[in-house]
């Protein structure tokens, strides 16, 4: 799958080396901790760290994974209205109220939180810092200004067809998730 959203990337002239760029340090320790934590055969024997085969393997699989979730939440928030994406998550989600998960809440919270994104993307030109964060969320809200939004999620009468791909798709990334 990594090899697919990377063509995929390629075609549609996504850059994908910024991506991997800006997630580098994470990408470095979640690969290291997985190359010197896990058991197996030694690579190399050191007094107190050493790195394993299965180690290695595991970290490249943990880091192409990683990726693949980043590069398709990226695609899609450059390619989708926040519309959209509120009402696809809707649409997912909604089935799971058996297990006690509130679909509309989640909306709420999925809509807030890319305003905030919005919000801080806008002040501070993608630049993260974690003081500007917090300024910006409890220092600078004006509350004179309070531009009132919402959003309308049109729940669409789903067939069965669509049904049957959605619950496909699901499976699939869950099998691939854990059990390769």
Known sequence: ?????????FYINFSLSKLIFRLKFFLIITFLLYLFNTPGEYIIVWRYLSPTYEGLVLGITQIMRLINSVLIITMMISFMSYQKIIET???????????GIDAKRFAVRLYLTMEYVKI????????????????????SYDKTNIKNTHIVIQERKINFLSLMVIFMLLLSTFILIFYT
């Open 1 to 9: 799958m990594f090899f697919l959203f990377f063509a995929i990337s």
């Open 89 to 99: 998550f809707y649409l997912i989600i909604k089935p799971l109220r058996f297990l």
């Open 120 to 139: 801080f993307k806008s002040k501070h030109k993608l630049r993260f810092n974690y003081k500007d964060l917090s300024s910006l969320l409890l220092y």
